[in-house]
């Protein structure tokens, strides 16, 4: 049997993993400082919550879950995203009876059936951050100062937002925006790509999102939707937008831009990174103020954001921290196995040669894992229940009783 792994998957182990602990780390220090509590949510769902909550004309949806069936024949989908989850998770266990606003983070692995590109799998990892419960501009501000901060936290400084505003469910706003739109696209059909002529009607909102040339020519002229929003919206985000600049964040307004689920309404935003080239957005989201009430719920006004872990560690070098690992090498093998276990529950980083080489092979590994001390247990320290601590750095060579042996090494990591 030939072991392959499954296209548009990927093992992360070595300087990837430290690069997703890095960022991993930044974005907890940054969500701590907002407040924000990390919630964790099965990876698996019932189809429906993300055909209701995503949307039945969506691609993810339509072309991109991971479906599979149980034993007793009902439907689950792998979890393409988070939102819907974390909506429900608040839903199922009556989280706002307990607040009046919910601030939540979360790390973790989505699945979708979509073509593998750079920094793009079909299981991928997210950050994202979802707030609940305030219905004004300054909560969308929040979900961008945090995203600026947290971009500068690692490192990454020549980011930009865009932004546009989508409107909302009353009949003067975009379901009457919908209707100028299809008029305008049923004029242009001949010319649009057969993803958009399939969903011109359904979905026609996802047309100014095409990335194919003649569907971006047709739309060029096509209305925009922040022209033809209700009041109450365009108001929201005027605030919004006169906030930003008060906070001097750097974006620019983007007639296009919609996303790619039916759940926003109102703001919508994308964060991007010049040092992704092509493909360069990083992450994005917006405002959901009715997936509540699509799920049966009382209506709850929130937004949230998403990113890529995948294509933000493509960005990033983390840190180097100095670590001073020890070694111990010795000719009793329970001697050694017990002064290590010493060492590691003191919290000292500890090495050794499981399969007793020689004492020559033993120094050999200590120098190739950096030892900055090593600690000898010779047949003379044995006999005399001491401890040879040389120093890697300038081969120093001091001997220690094994009882405080230990104490030692903590003292002299602590200077």
């Known amino acids: 049997m030939k072991?392959?792994?499954?296209?548009?998957t990927r093992d992360i182990y070595?300087?990837?993993?430290?690069?997703?602990?890095?960022?991993?780390?930044?974005?907890?220090?940054?969500?701590?400082?907002?407040?924000?509590?990390?919630?964790?949510?099965?990876?698996?769902?019932?189809?429906?919550?993300?055909?209701?909550?995503?949307?039945?004309?969506?691609?993810?949806?339509?072309?991109?879950?991971y479906l599979l069936e149980d034993r007793r024949g009902r439907s689950l989908a792998l979890r393409p995203e988070a939102t819907a989850q974390v909506v429900r998770s608040v839903i199922t266990n009556n989280l706002m009876q307990q607040s009046s606003h919910l601030r939540f983070f979360y790390f973790g692995?989505?699945?979708?059936?979509?073509?593998?590109?750079?920094?793009?799998f079909r299981q991928f990892y997210q950050i994202g951050a979802e707030y609940f419960g305030v219905p004004t501009p300054d909560a969308d501000l929040e979900l961008v100062l945090i995203l600026r901060q947290l971009f500068r936290e690692i490192q990454l400084s020549e980011i930009s937002f865009h932004l546009n505003t989508i409107g909302c469910q009353a009949p003067d706003c975009r379901p009457s925006y919908k209707n100028k739109l299809i008029a305008f696209l049923e004029t242009h059909a001949d010319a649009l790509c057969e993803n958009c002529t399939r969903r011109m009607h359904d979905n026609p909102l996802r047309v100014l999102d095409c990335k194919n040339d003649s569907c971006i020519a047709v739309t060029a002229d096509a209305p925009k939707i922040h022209d033809a929003v209700c009041n109450e919206c365009r108001d929201h985000f005027s605030e919004l937008c006169h906030m930003l600049d008060a906070h001097h964040v750097r974006y620019s307004l983007n007639?296009?831009?919609?996303?790619?689920?039916?759940?926003?309404?109102?703001?919508?935003?994308?964060?991007?990174?010049?040092?992704?080239?092509a493909q360069n957005a990083a992450?994005?989201?917006?405002r959901y103020d009715g997936l509540f009430e699509i799920y049966g719920a009382k209506v709850v006004p929130a937004i949230g954001f998403a990113l890529g872990l995948d294509r933000l560690a493509l960005l990033t070098a983390p840190e180097k921290k100095e670590v001073k690992p020890v070694f111990v090498v010795?000719?009793?093998?329970?001697?050694?196995?017990?002064?290590?276990?010493?060492?590691?529950?003191?919290?000292?980083?500890?090495?050794?040669?499981?399969?007793?080489?020689?004492?020559?092979?033993?120094f050999r590994q200590a120098n190739k894992t950096g030892a900055w001390k090593v600690l000898i247990l010779g047949e003379e320290e044995l006999k005399q229940d001491l401890v040879s601590v040389k120093d890697m750095q300038d081969s120093g060579q001091v001997s220690i009783s094994r009882a405080s042996v230990v104490e030692h090494l903590k003292k002299q990591l602590s200077v």
């Open 255 to 277: 007639p296009r831009l919609v996303r790619g689920l039916d759940y926003y309404s109102r703001t919508v935003f994308e964060v991007f990174s010049d040092n992704l080239g």
């Open 283 to 286: 992450g994005g989201g917006g």
């Open 330 to 362: 010795g000719t009793d093998r329970a001697s050694v196995c017990k002064l290590v276990a010493a060492c590691r529950e003191a919290d000292i980083i500890c090495h050794y040669d499981p399969f007793q080489s020689s004492m020559k092979s033993q």
């Open 14 to 65: 070595g300087d990837d993993v430290a690069r997703f602990q890095y960022i991993e780390e930044k974005a907890r220090k940054v969500f701590s400082l907002y407040g924000y509590q990390e919630i964790r949510t099965p990876i698996f769902e019932s189809t429906d919550l993300f055909a209701h909550g995503v949307g039945e004309g969506t691609d993810i949806v339509g072309k991109e879950m």
């Open 109 to 120: 692995p989505m699945f979708r059936y979509e073509q593998p590109q750079k920094g793009r």
């Open 3 to 8: 072991l392959k792994i499954v296209k548009g």
